[in-house]
Structures are given as structure tokens and as C-alpha cells.
């Protein structure tokens, strides 16, 4: 999905009697949530439709991302799916630096090895890097030297 998409433009709806509530609002019909697309009273309270997700913002309903390299622009669609392991990186979901993708239980999970290795070295070392371009054989050389 690209930032232009129709989907994620919040366009106003005509005047509703004065009413305009945005996502969480209180509202009492569909109409008064009418402002951010995709949303509708659920519960009293404006909320995204089945199958969207609020921003991370919380300032428009996106669609859920359903699987591992969906298109998005937000975070938030990904991490409904994917998990907190997750993020929206260059317009497609991905696993977040210290995780992976498992297709069974599509979610991103924490990889030990990986979130071992990063504390280690920032133990060590003092520093922190993207453990994905390092890999793992550096702990060897390093244990080595």
C-alpha cells in the first residue's frame, strides 16, 4: 500500500448535525465516526472496522496487514498480524532487528541467538549495531581474540 493510497486519505464527510468524532471518541450512531474512514461506532466509542487497525497515531484506520512482506505505512498494521516483533520498514512488513519470521505460526519471534549475541556485545564491546549485517560468526572471532 503507498502513502497515496485512497484507503488511507482522511477525507471530511459532509456535516453530520455538528458532530465529528475521531477514533476512541464517544460517539452514538455510525455517522458521528464518519470523519476517519473505515471507522464506525463499536461499544459507544468510534473504532476501525473489521480488518483495519487504528495508526499508531491513532488518527486513521489502515488496513490489517495479513502476512509476512504486506505492503504498509504504519507499524501498527503489521504488529496485528505479525506481533510486537514487527514493523512497517520501506513500505513492507518485516521482523524487527532481533527477530524472525516463522510462516507456521506467522508472527515474528525472537530469535535467542541473535538477542544473546546483541547483549553480549554490547556488554563487551559498548556498543550496538544491526546484529542481521553482522551475523553470528563474529562472535566466534571475537570469543577468539
Do not use: W
Not at 117 to 123: A, D, G, H, N, R
Request: proline content about 4%.
Amino acid at each position: 500500500m503507498r502513502p497515496d493510497d485512497e484507503s488511507v486519505i482522511n477525507v471530511p464527510p459532509p456535516d453530520f448535525g455538528g458532530f465529528r468524532s475521531e477514533l476512541n471518541q464517544s460517539c452514538n450512531i455510525d455517522e458521528e465516526c464518519a470523519y476517519v474512514k473505515f471507522a464506525k461506532c463499536i461499544n459507544s466509542k468510534c473504532n476501525c472496522m473489521e480488518r483495519y487497525v487504528a495508526s499508531t497515531t491513532g488518527s486513521r484506520c489502515l488496513p490489517i496487514a495479513e502476512e509476512y512482506r504486506s505492503q504498509c505505512v504504519d507499524n501498527s498494521q503489521c504488529m496485528e498480524t505479525l506481533g510486537h516483533g514487527s514493523e512497517c520498514l520501506n513500505g513492507y512488513c518485516d521482523c524487527r532487528e532481533i527477530y524472525q519470521f516463522r510462516k507456521k505460526i506467522n508472527k515474528c519471534v525472537m530469535d535467542i541467538c541473535k538477542a544473546s549475541y546483541s547483549i553480549i556485545v554490547k556488554l563487551i564491546f559498548g556498543i550496538s549495531f544491526k546484529i542481521l549485517k553482522v551475523g553470528i560468526p563474529l562472535l566466534y572471532f571475537y570469543a577468539k581474540t
